[in-house]
């Protein structure tokens, strides 16, 4: 069994866990990234848990302008069309973030090499089951050193389109796009969420689960 964590080493995970917030504005968009800095996080987001698909992450770094620029421009329709489709205005938060998506000093692509072995909730829940903890173990990383991201997936809806851009091979899947700057003058805290009696059951749905 492994040591337990001294109660300031819980709090400090607590405290990156907690504060992993979306940060779309209040970035850096001057200060360039070192390719190392980036490696060293997905170094610990490799180490992530895997389910059925195994070790089959794959992620691409893009600092390029004109690789940015264009994949900025199919973020930005997708999400344009996105609102128009269900009649919602767009957020100041989202409007700041395709304003200056093509200024971001480094977009991660979190990406699979394969696709998923059925159509069933249960192989789909497997195989991005695998993918995803990645993701948000590189989220983290990149929190706790004061870089700022934010999860997106609507590219997700344009694969053959941002596959061109990459160069990724048939078979090939891209799934969280994390846009990354150093974090300016963000102010990064813990949500007012509901608290955990209020979303956990006890052995049966709606079934409290007392203290």
């Not at 080493?9 to 001057?30: G, N, P, Y």
Request: overall charge neutral; glycine content about 8%; hydrophobic content about 45%.
């Amino acid at each position: 069994m492994p040591d337990p964590f001294s109660q300031d080493e819980i709090d400090l995970v607590d405290e990156v866990l907690s504060t992993a917030r979306s940060v779309r504005r209040k970035l850096d968009f001057d200060k360039p990234i070192p390719r190392r800095v980036l490696l060293d996080c997905i170094d610990v987001a490799v180490q992530a848990p895997t389910g059925i698909a195994g070790e089959n992450w794959r992620f691409l770094i893009v600092d390029s302008a004109a690789q940015k620029s264009a994949i900025a421009k199919i973020y930005t329709q997708i999400l344009v069309n996105l609102m128009e489709e269900r009649g919602m205005p767009m957020k100041p938060t989202h409007k700041a973030l395709i304003d200056r998506l093509h200024e971001i000093p480094a977009m991660i692509f979190v990406c699979v090499d394969g696709q998923p072995l059925g159509e069933t909730v249960g192989s789909h829940v497997g195989y991005y089951g695998s993918i995803l903890p990645a993701a948000w173990s590189l989220m983290l990383a990149l929190r706790a050193r004061g870089l700022g991201s934010t999860w997106t997936t609507l590219l997700s809806a344009q694969q053959e389109a941002v596959k061109s851009i990459l160069g990724m091979p048939e078979g090939a899947m891209q799934t969280v796009m994390l846009p990354v700057g150093y974090t300016k003058g963000a102010v990064l805290k813990r949500a007012a969420r509901l608290p955990a009696q209020d979303v956990t059951f006890a052995n049966r749905w709606n079934e409290p689960i007392g203290d």
